[in-house]
């Protein structure tokens, strides 16, 4: 790994696109390899103008500014993946819609939304090595590495900024999908429980339900019922982290094969009828599009393995 220093001052003009983005976020995007501490330090030291004045790390652009950005070291080992890798080449054959605003993806189990955390790359860096042709790819919102479905990613800050704002106005509608332990009760609809979020030593996150934590509501659905397990739709009334399989959780009926959560004799006799990853997938999403005004509703069909397991507890 060796690093390479940008070669001399840079002058950006700022697509129309790009108008409200926060001067710090656009630098993360051009300076890719660059850590954030010395992002800030060179706009703390003014050496980042825009329209020849210094500017704050929270100036919001606007269309056709002049950015300059003084040279600086960035690690080469930071570029994109290529598109070529299988795992990213793959990502190809999970796109379920795709128009001038947006991409929806049937997102496999496994792999994270974005790099990080010893990650060289997720979701969103595949697209864009997928997409160099984009210049504006970001993720609308968040699945959990090993939940598998339905993830929206925006082409267009405007749809981004539409998106979010019905997220925040509880207008998306997502329909999840988990195979949990024991017999649901049919009468249980909902669960409300506030969670907390601890960051561990190790930097891993995990979530509890405690009296001081943020109010929280799942609504749940039973869509079949087995011996000892039962299948149920998940709607998520608030966006916490891990906040279904911590509901679950905290109902008694913990998800399959879920590392963090599960119940160790469940995922054992899951495992057994070939089940190998979290039975969480977020089937379904709807939204209002941005553009047309339509009422979409996207589905992501589940993968084999999924099936298979619910075939095997059919039997």
């Not at 220093?5 to 002058?11: A, D, G, R, T």
């Not at 051009?30 to 010395?38: H, M």
């Not at 039973?222 to 709607?235: D, I, K, R, T």
Request: aromatic share 6%; glycine share 6%; hydrophobic share 35%.
């Amino acid at each position: 790994m060796t690093d390479s220093i940008s070669p001399k001052v840079q002058f950006i003009s700022v697509d129309p696109e790009l108008e409200g983005q926060r001067i710090d976020n656009f630098l993360r995007t051009q300076l890719k390899g660059v850590p954030k501490s010395l992002i800030y330090r060179i706009l703390r030291k003014g050496e980042v103008r825009v329209n020849k004045k210094r500017i704050k790390p929270d100036y919001k652009l606007q269309a056709n500014d002049q950015v300059r950005i003084p040279p600086v070291k960035t690690a080469e080992k930071n570029e994109g993946p290529s598109a070529k890798l299988d795992k990213v080449s793959a990502l190809e054959s999970c796109i379920l819609y795709e128009d001038e605003l947006l991409i929806a993806i049937n997102k496999p189990s496994g792999m994270a939304v974005h790099g990080g955390s010893g990650l060289s790359f997720g979701v969103i860096e595949a697209l864009r090595a997928l997409r160099p042709q984009d210049k504006f790819l970001e993720l609308v919102h968040r699945l959990d590495r090993d939940t598998s479905g339905c993830l929206l990613v925006a082409k267009r800050r405007s749809c981004l900024k539409a998106l979010h704002e019905q997220l925040r106005n509880k207008q998306v509608d997502k329909r999840y999908q988990a195979l949990v332990a024991g017999n649901w009760p049919e009468s249980r609809h909902k669960v409300k429980a506030p969670l907390h979020k601890n960051t561990l030593k190790s930097g891993e996150r995990m979530v509890s339900v405690e009296a001081e934590g943020k109010a929280s509501e799942t609504r749940f659905r039973v869509l079949e019922q087995f011996e000892n397990a039962s299948l149920v739709e998940a709607f998520p009334v608030t966006g916490r982290t891990h906040q279904i399989r911590v509901h679950c959780l905290h109902a008694g009926h913990p998800i399959a094969c879920d590392s963090k959560y599960g119940d160790e004799h469940f995922d054992k006799r899951m495992r057994q009828l070939g089940l190998n990853r979290l039975f969480l997938h977020a089937g379904s999403i709807s939204f209002v599009h941005p553009k047309s005004g339509e009422t979409m509703k996207l589905q992501a069909p589940l993968e084999p393995s999924l099936c298979k397991a619910l075939d095997a507890l059919r039997k």
